[in-house]
């Protein structure tokens, strides 16, 4: 009876992995539709991808540990990689954007980056 249950929340907990996943990715991508300027849209693309990807994978690796037995080294490295990799290039791309001139949403509240951009070149 026991292996029962336990195989039931397994499966309940793969499936918010899973869920959760998706729910990230769909909202991630209604925010890159919706949101007004690269900035916003570009934070709503890596942090939903980032959650919903590894969401996925790990819904993934914990089906294929529970059911088959097996530990899979590339969804391991897969998740990892995601997690470390998509927010760094984010913000890389984000900063590319800020430094070639395109502005911000009209309405946005402060540009706490003009001056520390404008500080980093005096110094230079």
């Given amino acids: 009876m026991s292996g029962t ?15 959760s996943g998706t729910f ?25 991808a980032t959650l919903g990807v590894a969401g996925i994978m790990i819904g993934s690796f914990l089906f294929m540990y529970i059911e088959y037995g097996i530990v899979s080294g590339k969804l391991i490295l897969g998740i990892i990689f995601v997690l470390i990799t ?18 911000l949403w009209d309405q946005s509240i402060k540009d706490d980056y003009d001056k520390a951009f404008k500080s980093e070149e005096q110094q230079s």
Avoid at 39 to 47: G, I, P, Q, S, V
């Fill in 86 to 103: 998509a927010p760094v290039s984010g913000h890389m791309i984000s900063r590319a954007a800020y430094r070639s001139g395109v502005r």
């Fill in 24 to 48: 990230f990715i769909i909202s991630s991508s209604i925010g890159i539709l919706r949101f007004p300027d690269v900035y916003t849209r570009l934070h709503a693309a890596t942090k939903g």
């Fill in 5 to 19: 249950w336990i195989e039931i929340i397994w499966d309940i907990v793969i499936m918010l992995f899973l869920l």
